[in-house]
């Protein structure tokens, strides 16, 4: 007796005219905090892209003029955090504290030496609150930063232990498309590990 052998051959690339673009970040919940720097909360540059990715998006309110409490409120260790401008602290310091599984930052201050917000949002010193004295590769973090962002300033530290993407141009809390589906694929695949002690 013959056995016949079926073979389906899957072609990795742009979708053929016509096609839908497939949803590469489906079973992954990203959990958006926006900026608007530590006074207010803006409206999410990203959020609507990541829901187009197919991904679960839940974009998350916090204590604004209270830099710590802002901190204090995201506790995420099953989720991915996206973080823009003032989220994108709040995201490595949550990455650094292992109250996420991964995060990405697009325009994040890292070193409020370099940038701060009104001194009064913070108890103690702004540095003390700089995502750059804590986060050591503790969770995955990707920071996205552009060379001409008009607000916070594109000399920004590498952390010790992120990946670290610079973008040519001038931009802020937005990433292109490409970057976020590829930067959130890697940090969707990271698997959830045991919390921080």
């Given at each position: 007796?013959?056995?016949?052998?079926?073979?389906?051959?899957?072609?990795?690339?742009?979708?053929?005219?016509?096609?839908?673009?497939?949803?590469?970040?489906?079973?992954?919940?990203?959990?958006?905090?926006?900026?608007?720097?530590?006074?207010?909360?803006n409206?999410?540059?990203?959020?609507?892209?990541?829901?187009?990715?197919?991904?679960?998006?839940?974009?998350?309110?916090?204590?604004v003029?209270?830099?710590?409490?802002?901190?204090?409120?995201?506790?995420r260790?099953?989720?991915?955090?996206?973080g823009?401008?003032?989220?994108?602290?709040?995201?490595?310091?949550?990455?650094?504290?292992?109250?996420?599984?991964a995060?990405?930052?697009?325009?994040?201050?890292?070193?409020?030496?370099?940038?701060q917000?009104?001194?009064?949002?913070?108890?103690?010193?702004?540095?003390?609150?700089?995502?750059?004295?804590?986060?050591?590769?503790?969770?995955?973090?990707?920071?996205?930063?552009?060379?001409?962002?008009?607000?916070?300033?594109?000399?920004?530290?590498?952390?010790?232990g992120?990946?670290?993407?610079?973008?040519?141009?001038?931009?802020?809390?937005?990433?292109?498309?490409?970057?976020?589906?590829?930067?959130?694929?890697?940090?969707?695949?990271?698997?959830?590990?045991?919390?921080?002690?």
């Open positions: 007796m013959k056995r016949l052998l079926t073979l389906t051959l899957v072609l990795v690339g742009a979708p053929a005219p016509g096609v839908a673009e497939a949803k590469p970040l489906t079973g992954c919940t990203v959990v958006v905090l926006p900026g608007g720097a530590f006074s207010g909360l409206e999410s540059a990203n959020a609507a892209s990541l829901r187009d990715l197919g991904a679960r998006v839940i974009v998350q309110e916090y204590p003029r209270d830099v710590p409490g802002a901190y204090r409120s995201v506790n260790p099953r989720s991915v955090l996206l823009e401008s003032a989220g994108g602290a709040i995201a490595a310091w949550a990455a650094a504290h292992g109250r996420a599984r995060a990405v930052t697009v325009g994040a201050p890292l070193d409020f030496r370099l940038w917000p009104d001194p009064s949002y913070f108890r103690g010193t702004p540095w003390h609150w700089s995502p750059l004295r804590v986060y050591h590769g503790q969770r995955p973090l990707t920071t996205i930063q552009w060379t001409g962002d008009p607000i916070v300033p594109a000399n920004q530290p590498a952390l010790d992120a990946r670290r993407i610079t973008l040519k141009g001038l931009g802020h809390q937005k990433a292109p498309r490409s970057v976020l589906r590829r930067e959130l694929r890697r940090t969707c695949a990271t698997p959830i590990r045991p919390s921080l002690p």
